[in-house]
């Protein structure tokens, strides 16, 4: 058990949400960031309290610097930073074309998926890292296959923005990794979360779920599992690393 703060972008939803109570679980004191949906963020602070834990909800779009430096500012009043999970992320429609992008959906997204994720991590290293007088911690970045499989014809553009995380990752962790601070990756493959109904297609997953050599789709919590693990003490020597939970896609 721990008192540590985990800070998750994203967190009223889906794998945010899902993190953020196995987190809860374990002990961690947890900081549910949301962009929009307030509603969402109370219910996931009002079912982990219902479970004697501890949470706040604060609202953080992650495109906006401002309200990452507020995000991180009430975290700092809820106790000590142990982790970052940077979960918030979008997709633009699915099924077009690079061709056919404007400036704006491209600049959104990697607004969001990239530069909100490194400010995040830049706020948490200032936190954690023994060379700012801090006590070490964990970043866990949120990919996706799709940083492998490229998306053609669905989003190219959101696959790209993973594959710069994927990047990220590695650079940062070899950057920190004598500063107590470790840095780890998630790729989800189809997830059953309605980041698909996001795109467009609620179904996506589902529809999809042959091409996986499990022949399903993943569920939040088991993207949740992998997480909690990786900013656990028993991935103390995982650093650098990107982990597929994908059923083998």
């Known amino acids: ?27 961690y004191r947890i900081v549910v960031g949301y962009a929009s949906n307030q509603a969402a963020a109370n219910e996931v602070v009002a079912a982990i309290e219902a479970r004697n834990g501890k949470a706040i909800a604060v609202k953080c779009d992650v495109g906006s610097e401002q309200d990452i430096l507020a995000l991180f500012k009430a975290a700092d009043a809820f106790g000590t930073l142990g982790a970052l999970v940077n ?23 990697m607004a969001v998926n990239v530069t909100g994720s490194i400010l995040c991590a830049r706020e948490a290293v200032k936190r954690m890292s023994t ?17 492998r499989l490229g998306a053609p014809n669905t989003y190219v553009d959101y696959a790209a923005s993973k594959g710069a995380i994927d990047s990220f990752t590695i650079g940062l962790g070899y950057e920190v990794a004598n500063e107590g ?24 997953a589902h529809r999809l779920a042959h ?5 399903r789709v ?21 650093t650098s690393a990107i982990l597929d939970v994908s059923g083998g896609r």
């Not at 918030?88 to 056919?100: C, L, N, Q, T």
């Not at 060379?131 to 940083?147: K, P, Y």
């Open 1 to 27: 058990m721990t008192d540590k703060v985990v800070v998750i972008t994203g967190g009223s939803r889906g794998i945010g949400r899902a993190t953020a109570l196995a987190a809860a679980a374990r002990g």
């Open 87 to 109: 979960n918030a992320g979008i997709v633009g429609k699915s099924g077009v074309r690079v061709d056919e992008m404007s400036a704006e959906r491209i600049q959104q997204m």
């Open 131 to 147: 060379r700012h007088g801090g006590e070490g911690g964990v970043i866990v970045n949120l990919s996706s296959v799709a940083a």
């Open 181 to 204: 601070i470790r840095v780890a990756g998630i790729r989800p493959g189809l997830i059953d979360t309605d980041i698909h109904a996001a795109g467009g297609e609620p179904d996506r």
């Open 211 to 215: 091409m996986v050599p499990m022949k």
């Open 218 to 238: 993943g569920t939040a919590d088991e993207i949740a599992n992998a997480i909690v693990w990786l900013i656990s003490d028993e991935a103390s020597y995982v």
